[in-house]
């Protein structure tokens, strides 16, 4: 808890009961990318009685302070992960909307060239690629 709490105080936020849980779901829970409903949901299992309001309200905060990352993806369903220490692109399965995070140097490298090409600096991106899982297990909506 302690950490969740200096991670809080370190961006200028209270480290509110509420702001503590939903950094904590989201840090235990780093591996995946969440809705706001997908926190919610977690939050309940957890017996810690957040209203999906404020959890709406506190990931947007989050954002607001860099403690998190929104991705609005083709699935209508904005996802939330941490803010990554080092940049990553993602590739997302279009039948059950798992994320994978990549990061290829030279997909980067060819994004600069272009960029200079057409005289532009990049100061940043999102790069999303969609596919299908080619895992057997791999379920429509899981």
């Not at 996802?79 to 997302?92: N, S």
């Not at 100061?123 to 299908?132: N, S």
């Amino acid at each position: 808890m302690r950490k969740v709490d200096e991670a809080l105080r370190r961006v200028g936020l209270k480290a509110t009961l509420p702001r503590l849980r939903i950094l904590e779901v989201i840090q235990d829970n780093r591996a995946e990318h969440l809705s706001a409903e997908e926190v919610y949901r977690k939050l309940i299992d957890r017996g810690d009685h957040i209203g999906l309001a404020t959890v709406y309200r506190v990931l947007g905060q989050f954002e607001d302070a860099g403690l998190v990352v929104r991705h609005n993806i083709d699935s209508g369903a904005d996802l939330f992960e941490l803010a990554p220490d080092k940049h990553h692109d993602h590739m997302i399965c279009s039948r059950c909307g798992k994320v994978f995070e990549f990061n290829e140097p030279e997909i980067e490298r060819l994004q600069e060239e272009i960029a200079r090409r057409l005289g532009l600096r990049l100061t940043g991106h999102a790069h999303y690629l969609y596919g299908e899982c080619l895992d057997e297990h791999c379920a429509e909506g899981e």
